[in-house]
Nanobody, 122 residues
Framework: QVQLEESGGGLVQAGGSLRLSCLAS????????MGWFRQAPGKAREFVAA????????SYADSVKGRYTISRDNAKKTVYLQMNSLKPQDTATYYC???????????????WGQGTQVTVSS
């Protein structure tokens, strides 16, 4: 089991930027697809972005495409989510997850982190 710890959340004005980090523990963390989900108050969790084991392939939700960038540094066991042009509707708790494949990450995830809060003010 991989343990995940997110950081980097906070309060930002609309149009601003934040970078989330997710530190993974465990020797095999680099063998997993990594991704981000988010959950806004009163809403279901939704897929945000995913990145392949090597970092060569990525996938994004339509709502964040062109504004968010996912990346990973396997030597540091860390996945990042750079969020630009933030909107109030991006306000949510953001979770880091592991998965076996990008194609199935929306339906099947492994480990989850505890989440980090992102609040975008208008």
């Amino acid at each position: 089991q991989v343990q995940l710890e997110e950081s980097g959340g906070g309060l930002v004005q609309a149009g601003g930027s934040l970078r989330l980090s997710c530190l993974a523990s465990g020797r095999t963390s680099s063998t997993y697809v990594m991704g981000w989900f988010r959950q806004a108050p009163g809403k279901a969790r939704e897929f945000v972005a995913a990145i392949s084991q090597s970092g060569g392939a990525t996938s994004y939700a339509d709502s964040v495409k062109g504004r968010y960038t996912i990346s990973r540094d396997n030597a540091k066991k860390t996945v990042y989510l750079q969020m630009n042009s933030l909107k109030p509707q991006d306000t949510a708790t953001y979770y880091c997850v592991t998965a076996l494949a990008i194609a199935t990450i929306k339906y099947s995830q492994g480990s989850w982190g505890q989440g980090t809060q992102v609040t975008v003010s208008s």
